[in-house]
T-cell receptor, first 114, second 115 residues
Framework: DQQVKQNSPSLSVQEGRISILNCDYT??????FLWYKKYPAEGPTFLIS?????DKNEDGRFTVFLNKSAKHLSLHIVPSQPGDSAVYFC?????????????FGKGTKLSVKP | DGGITQSPKYLFRKEGQNVTLSCEQN?????MYWYRQDPGQGLRLIYY???????QKGDIAEGYSVSREKKESFPLTVTSAQKNPTAFYLC??????????????FGNGTRLTVT
């Protein structure tokens, strides 16, 4: 039973345009969400997070939106750059759970073309 | 420079042999974690430890064992009982402050191949 779903295995966008990566979750106990970026043969690096008490969090070119009623979140990258090409993982943490005990989606591979 | 060191980067073993993956952190983090990644899959939690000399099973602990004798070290042993040991193993740590401003930090992983 997949509690965090990233239904698009891959996404290709042109440099300078917006990249939108989507994530759905099923467990209403999740109260904290994170996005990680991963290059091949490296560990994931933290990108941005959002608490369930917010609906938007912004950090430079990266914005995460949370729609609790739809159990959906999205990561927007504007403008997209070739260096953004990587696999992006959505992750969720349960309310009252151990910090760091995350449920990950399967990832979306983003390709930004020059 | 603080960080998480996993060694070696690539490891090859014969089926039936136990193998231990090293993870060391100098971030002074309280909690440490082991995740596993398979191709096309998300990361799955194997074991975690929130304090020295204590650890808990994650979602896929069968066939694995850990120890936490020192705050900075959290080695993972992949035993012969693990049915599909070939995978990319990631160690992570976090400062368990209860603050949401403290995301999980990952090492660069060890790719284990068992033949």
């Amino acid at each position: 039973d997949q509690q965090v779903k990233q239904n698009s295995p891959s996404l290709s966008v042109q440099e300078g345009r917006i990249s939108i990566l989507n994530c759905d979750y099923t467990n209403s106990m999740f109260d904290y969400f994170l996005w990680y970026k991963k290059y091949p043969a490296e560990g994931p690096t933290f990108l941005i997070s959002i608490s369930s008490i917010k609906d938007k969090n912004e950090d430079g070119r990266f914005t995460v939106f949370l729609n609790k009623s739809a159990k959906h979140l999205s990561l927007h990258i504007v403008p997209s750059q070739p260096g953004d090409s990587a696999v992006y993982f959505c992750a969720a943490e349960k309310d009252g759970g151990s910090q760091g005990n995350l449920i990950f989606g399967k990832g979306t591979k983003l390709s930004v073309k020059p | 420079d603080g960080g998480i060191t996993q060694s070696p980067k690539y490891l090859f073993r014969k089926e039936g042999q136990n193998v231990t993956l090293s993870c060391e952190q100098n971030l002074n983090h309280d909690a440490m974690y082991w995740y596993r990644q398979d191709p096309g899959q998300g990361l799955r939690l194997i074991y975690y430890s929130q304090i020295v000399n204590d650890f808990q099973k994650g979602d896929i602990a069968e066939g694995y064992s850990v120890s936490r004798e020192k705050k900075e070290s959290f080695p993972l042993t992949v035993t012969s009982a693990q049915k599909n040991p070939t995978a990319f193993y990631l160690c992570a740590s976090i400062q368990s402050s209860g603050s949401y401003n403290s995301p999980l930090h990952f090492g660069n992983g060890t790719r284990l191949t068992v033949t």
